[in-house]
């Protein structure tokens, strides 16, 4: 069209401006042409991610609430929930067992803890405690109930979590301590901070509690870091706390500072602490040591010390190098 009309123009036909009105009316047809293309492709786009997220909500989960699952009782007194790990056994496949015959229990308001090299099923009592996965064999109880009788979320609703590595939000400080209870007030976040330890680093903020933490928690320490995760767990408030190696990424210095307050939150609680550093783990009522995924020791940590075990051999190499892991010396390895 544009080269007839440039023809017409050579010709005397058409005028310029005849020719430029050809061209704009070109423009106003193309454009939104294009841009309609451009909107059918994305719709096309967006219908096929749709289908995908339909297809991921339609699957049913492996765990979920028996027809006939009741609400886990919450009593307001803390520390009135007693865990047991009943002859548990538990791979994440055929091929790769976990545990095998895992029995122990943590009575109400007492403390437990778990230690062992790498690898040898720690982790995996916290996800089958938070129900993530069922066991092969054996139960998980508490109170006496199969935790597979309770809904998932009275269940969850009565574990707190202090994690290795805390996930913060690209958001202020009272927004993540407000993470474990959505709808607290503000004189509980405070009151959680307090608890943790937490309000003396605040108030040297200008911002104080709308201080960002950057994504992932890049503006404020690993220490920093670890008490708003603690703070997190005590706002929760729940009967049971699970400590899964909350000081092995920090410093000897912020591992002090932490400890206190780990221990100050576990008052009162059933606490599950699992650990790589025994010297976190010593006021225990009860420190379990496992061993690809078998218990070969229990006991208190004078108990365990002078029974020169297992126990005792990590003891003495994390006294020669505090920072090293919980791997078995070679003359202390089981098969």
Known sequence: MIMLAAQRVTQGTMTTGDFVAVN??????????????????????????????????????GISDAPDAIALPHNPVRGSARVRFEGVAFGYSEKRRILHGVDFEIPEGGKLAVVGSSGAGKSTLARLLFRFYDPDGGSVRINGVDIRRYTLDSLRAAIGVVPQDAVLFNDTIAYN????????????????ARLAHLDAFIAQLPD????????????????????????????????ILILDEATSSLDSASERAILGALQEAAQARTTLAIAHRLSTITDADLIVV??????????????????AGRYHALWEMQQRSPDALAEPPAEAATV
């Not at 423009?27 to 991610?49: I, K, S, W």
């Not at 301590?177 to 959680?192: K, N, T």
């Open 177 to 192: 301590i407000a993470y474990g209870h959505p709808g607290a007030s503000r004189a509980e976040v405070e009151r959680a």
């Open 290 to 307: 496992l061993e690809q995924g078998r218990i070969v020791e229990r006991g208190t940590h004078a108990e365990l010390l002078a029974h």
């Open 208 to 239: 104080g509690y709308e201080t960002k933490v950057g994504e992932r928690g890049l503006k404020v320490s690993g220490g920093e870091k670890q008490r708003i995760a603690i703070a997190r767990a005590l706002l929760k408030d729940p009967p």
């Open 24 to 61: 704009a009316f070109m423009m106003q047809l193309f454009v939104p042409l294009n841009l309609l293309g451009m909107v059918y492709r994305e719709t096309r786009r967006a219908l096929t991610d749709m289908q995908h997220m339909f297809g991921l909500l339609d699957r049913k989960p």
